[in-house]
Every structure is written in structure tokens, then in C-alpha cells.
């Protein structure tokens, strides 16, 4: 228990330090496609059923990959303003039931990606059209060809992360020192490749990186064995427990069930000030 409380303090200073670098930027110009540089009609406060994870849980770490360029496409996405994880109520309670599981193990979760908006969905469209752009392909689909992304349901016109209940994640031995960040233009690494090979990532081995357009990033895929297995059932049976389903073509990707807004696709842009009583 002693080792515990200290984690757990270790954490929170951590998420407060964190939390005074998240100050609003405006959206990346210049590289976000023409077409979504305006959303008609696009809501810009969420409604009140949705909350910020860190307000919530704020042991739980957070590496919002897509406010950066450490992404499939190489650059931010459009609609993310603050690296932050927002969430329904419902899913961020059962995400924290499930972190105070991991914490007892000596494990805390790290998100990747929450609520996505629409608008960022329709960026990863318009890139996935572009046959031209394959800047990243060295490290995420080095054995794809660009052009079967949507026929093989890598990219997607709507996503369930619009709907606030689904969540990309991992789990990190505490205490684990954080990423070191992307330097754009850095050489890029395969995706699948052994841990040692791959972009450094300070989650435990899971077989594959994150967003990593390949086969073996399916949840149990026969080939991952040993401990990268391990780690994928560990994550997929804490979650699990507490009512989470995962999509099984990715080992990263859970669904808080039943969820809050089942059939609803939200464009509120990631931000505090999105949130009921955000600043």
C-alpha cells in the first residue's frame, strides 16, 4: 500500500503539471485540406454529459497523439485544440473504476485518443483520398497500399469515438518516464517491428504501436504470443471488467457500454472550452 499512495501521488503532481501546459492554441494552418477548414453547422459545446477525463481521473496519463504530428497522416488533426481527453460521463467513471484495478497491479492506463469530432474524421478522409501523401507509411502501414484504406476499414467516413463512449489506450509500468516527443522528419520506423525497433513508447509491449495499419494489430491475433499477448489480455480483461468492449482489429480500442449516445456523431472541437462551464 505504501508503494501505492506514493504512485498515486506521484501521478497526480504529474497530471497537475500537465494540466498547466494544456492553454488553448489555435488549429494548425496550412496543413489541414481545404475542404475542412469550415464545418456548417458544426456545434462547438458539447452537451452536459460530457466531461474531461483529467477532472475525473487525473492519474490516468494522457498522450493525445493527434494534437501533434506523431500521426498516420504526419500532421495535427483538424478539431484538436488542447491535448486533452474528453469522454461521456458514464465511460470516464468506468475508465477510472478500471485505472484504480491497474494502480493496485502496478500499472496505470495512458489514453491515446477519446472523443474524436467529426470534422477530425473528415480530415483522415480527405488524406485517405490523397493517393500522393504517403509521408508516413514507414511507420504505419509500411505493407498496406494507401489505396485499400477504406475497403479494408482502416479509414472510416464515421467513427464511434464521435460519440464520446470509445477510447484508444494502453497501460504503462508505473513509474514510467514519459515519451520522448516526435521530431517531424526523424526516420521512421515500422509500426510492427520489434519494441527495441519501433518509435520509444513507454507503454508495455503490445506487439504493434499504436495506429498501426497492419494485421498484427488485430486484438488476438495468432501470431502475437508470449508477453506481447500477455500485456493485450491484461488491458482487454481489466477493461473488460469494467464494461468496456473491444474492437478486435485493434488491440488499443475500447467502447464503454451501453453507451451514453448510441447513435449521435458529435463536431465539438477538443478543448476546455467545449465543456459545460469550460474556460
Known sequence: MPRLAAALRGLTITAA????????????????????AAVRGAAETAPPEFVALRDVDPTIRQEIRYFTPHTFMGVPVTGYRQPMCILTRDAARALHLAQLSFLRRGYTLKVYDCYRPQRAVNHFVDWAKDLKDQRMKGEFYPRIDKSTLFRDGYIAEKSGHSRGSTVDLTLVRLPGPPTRPYIPGEPLRKCYAPKAQRFPDNSLDMGTGF???????????????????????LLKQGLENAGFRNYDKEWWHYTFTPETFPDTYFDFPVWRRALSGGH
Do not use: I, M, S, Y
Open 211 to 233: 495506429d498501426c495499419f497492419d494485421t498484427l494489430a488485430h486484438t488476438l491475433d495468432p501470431r502475437v504470443q508470449g508477453r506481447q499477448r500477455a500485456n493485450r489480455l
Open 17 to 36: 503539471a500537465v494540466a498547466l501546459t494544456t492553454a488553448a492554441v489555435p488549429e494548425a494552418t496550412g496543413t489541414v485540406p481545404k475542404a475542412n
